[in-house]
T-cell receptor, first 121, second 116 residues
Framework: AQTVTQSQPEMSVQEAETVTLSCTYD???????LFWYKQPPSRQMILVIR??????QNATENRFSVNFQKAAKSFSLKISDSQLGDTAMYFC??????????????????FGSGTQLTVLP | DTEVTQTPKHLVMGMTNKKSLKCEQH?????MYWYKQKAKKPPELMFV???????INESVPSRFSPECPNSSLLNLHLHALQPEDSALYLC???????????????FGQGTRLTVV
């Protein structure tokens, strides 16, 4: 079974500064997918960034980037130039790959416990 | 259209009531999910439908009954719930039929359920 650990229940950062959220995971799989989801007070889970384990290059999406260390099973999220709208709960998630999808099979997400990030004005 | 639409947004029901939650997507996704989320906790998987067939039931009590009438719709029928079932219920979908390797899951805004 896969486990995902987020060791920082709460974090805060000043507007315009940089913050890093940590995530570690445990799996025996060699290929898999990792995600960071954001859940603002509006409740909707929004995908922030995705990383395929077979790719060595760290994923980036505008102000969001990851530091993916496969050997260490670490997947941290860096938010640059933090904005007030970044205030949210952030969940790290793991997805195991599956064979060709057919009726009766579907991929599942395993979530970490979450980090509540507050951006201060 | 990259939306998953859930109705209602809020629901208050008594322990003897029967109600239903609805979820709809028009992205051609073939997998649909129900999650339960308590405050400040991660979502917990309840059910997974793949190609309109129930694929996973995470030992959910029978007072929760899922239904997938077609590839775009997912319902969750509720009956004789307990106060501890009060939570945010999230629907998600993934895996478009013509791009099954796409892994992104899209979530709805959830239904905030209160059982009194």
């Amino acid at each position: 079974a896969q486990t995902v650990t987020q060791s920082q229940p709460e974090m805060s950062v000043q507007e315009a500064e940089t913050v890093t959220l940590s995530c570690t995971y445990d799996t025996s799989e060699s290929n898999y997918y990792l995600f960071w989801y954001k859940q603002p007070p509006s409740r909707q889970m929004i995908l922030v960034i995705r990383q395929e384990a077979y790719k060595q290059q760290n994923a980036t999406e505008n102000r969001f980037s990851v530091n993916f260390q496969k050997a260490a099973k670490s997947f941290s999220l860096k938010i640059s130039d933090s904005q007030l709208g970044d205030t949210a709960m952030y969940f790290c998630a793991f997805m195991k790959p599956m064979p060709i999808i057919s009726s009766g099979s579907a991929r599942q997400l395993t979530f970490g416990s979450g980090t509540q990030l507050t951006v201060l004005p | 259209d990259t939306e998953v639409t859930q109705t209602p947004k809020h629901l208050v029901m008594g322990m003897t009531n029967k109600k239903s939650l609805k979820c709809e997507q028009h992205m051609g996704h073939r997998a649909m999910y129900w999650y339960k989320q308590k405050a400040k906790k991660p979502p917990e998987l309840m059910f997974v439908y793949s190609y309109e067939k129930l694929s996973i039931n995470e030992s959910v009590p029978s007072r929760f009954s899922p239904e997938c009438p077609n590839s775009s719709l997912l319902n969750l029928h509720l009956h004789a719930l307990q106060p501890e079932d009060s939570a945010l219920y999230l629907c998600a979908s993934s895996q478009k039929w013509d791009n099954l390797m796409n892994t992104e899951a899209f979530f709805g805004q959830g239904t905030r359920l209160t059982v009194v």
